[in-house]
C-alpha cells in the first residue's frame, strides 16, 4: 500500500464516521426533553406548575417534578385517542408527547386551587375544545382565579 492509497483510505473511514455522527446527531437532536416543577409557591403565586405553559414538539418528553412535595400531574384534556397520565404524588413521571394538539393537566389535591398547567404539542389543532374545557375547569376554581384563563392566552 503506497503512502497516497493509505491516506486515501483513512479519509474516507473518516468520512463515514462524520457521516454517522451526523446522522447520531440529528435523529438526537429532534427529541428535546423539558421538566416541569411542581412548586408550593413560584412566579405565578401558590400551588404552581413551572412552566405553566409550554410549547414542544411531537416526540418530546416532559418530566413532571415533584420540587416541593405533595404534588403531581394528572392530564384533564387531551387530544383525542391519548391515552391519560397520572403520577403518583411527590413521583416524578416523564410523558412522551406524539400526537399534535392542546394538553391540559392538573395537580389532584389542588385541582381546585389552580394547580393547571398547559401544552401544546406542535400546534393548538383541537384549540376550541381546549378554550372549552378550560373555561369548565376555570369555573370551579377557589383559588388563583385567572389562571388557567391566563395561561389560555398562549394558546393560538
Ligand atoms: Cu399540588
Known amino acids: 500500500m503506497t503512502a497516497i492509497h493509505k491516506e486515501n483510505t483513512m479519509k ?5 464516521i462524520l457521516f454517522a455522527s451526523t446522522l447520531f446527531l440529528a435523529a438526537g437532536a429532534h427529541a428535546a426533553d423539558h421538566v416541569v416543577q411542581e412548586l408550593n409557591n413560584g ?12 410549547l414542544i414538539q411531537p416526540g418530546d418528553t416532559v418530566t413532571f417534578q415533584p420540587t416541593d412535595q405533595g404534588h403531581n400531574s394528572e392530564s ?3 387530544p383525542a385517542g391519548v391515552a391519560p397520565w397520572k403520577s403518583e404524588l411527590s413521583q416524578p413521571l416523564t ?14 389535591p389542588h385541582n381546585l386551587f389552580g ?6 404539542v406542535g400546534s393548538a389543532v383541537n384549540a376550541a375544545d381546549a378554550k372549552q374545557a378550560a373555561a369548565a375547569i376555570e369555573k370551579k376554581q377557589l383559588m388563583n382565579q385567572g389562571r388557567i384563563t391566563a395561561i389560555m392566552k398562549n394558546v393560538q
Open 12 to 16: 474516507s473511514c473518516l468520512r463515514a
Open 43 to 54: 412566579p405565578d403565586g401558590a400551588f404552581m406548575f413551572s412552566p405553566s405553559y409550554l
Open 76 to 78: 384533564v384534556f387531551m
Open 95 to 108: 410523558v412522551t408527547f406524539t400526537k399534535p394538539g392542546v394538553y391540559i393537566y392538573q395537580c389532584t
Open 115 to 120: 394547580m393547571v398547567g398547559v401544552i401544546v
